[in-house]
Nanobody, 116 residues
Framework: QVQLVESGGGLVQPGGSLRLSCAAS????????MSWYRQAPGKERELVAI????????NYADSVKGRFTISRDNAKNTVYLQMNKLKPEDTAVYYC?????????WGQGTQVTVSS
């Protein structure tokens, strides 16, 4: 019954913004470290941002630092990725990921395309 469902992707102009959401169900959301990964064609899947459970500390890939912000709302079982000043290089499928000890789950992904 565990499910992670991403939404909010789409086509945006360079310099624009998007906010991705990942709604979780079937798990104790507050106990999971949540993260966003992305994968562009021909490239490995890479970690974009992570937010821990206890403490809520965050970390970002160098390529997005200062432009992206990860946040979570435990009451809504949702993690967000606010993406600002988007670049064509940000084009990828973005995946939501949850980790708690030996348990991990992936969403199906949402496409983000940054193009003129």
């Amino acid at each position: 019954q565990v499910q992670l469902v991403e939404s909010g992707g789409g086509l945006v102009q360079p310099g624009g913004s998007l906010r991705l959401s990942c709604a979780a169900s079937g798990l104790t959301f507050s106990r999971y470290a949540m993260s966003w990964y992305r994968q562009a064609p021909g490239k490995e899947r890479e970690l974009v941002a992570i937010i821990t459970s206890v403490g809520g500390s965050t970390n970002y890939a160098d390529s997005v630092k200062g432009r992206f912000t990860i946040s979570r709302d435990n009451a809504k079982n949702t993690v967000y990725l606010q993406m600002n000043k988007l670049k064509p290089e940000d084009t990828a499928v973005y995946y939501c990921h949850g980790l708690r000890g030996t348990y991990e789950y992936w969403g199906q992904g949402t496409q983000v395309t940054v193009s003129s």
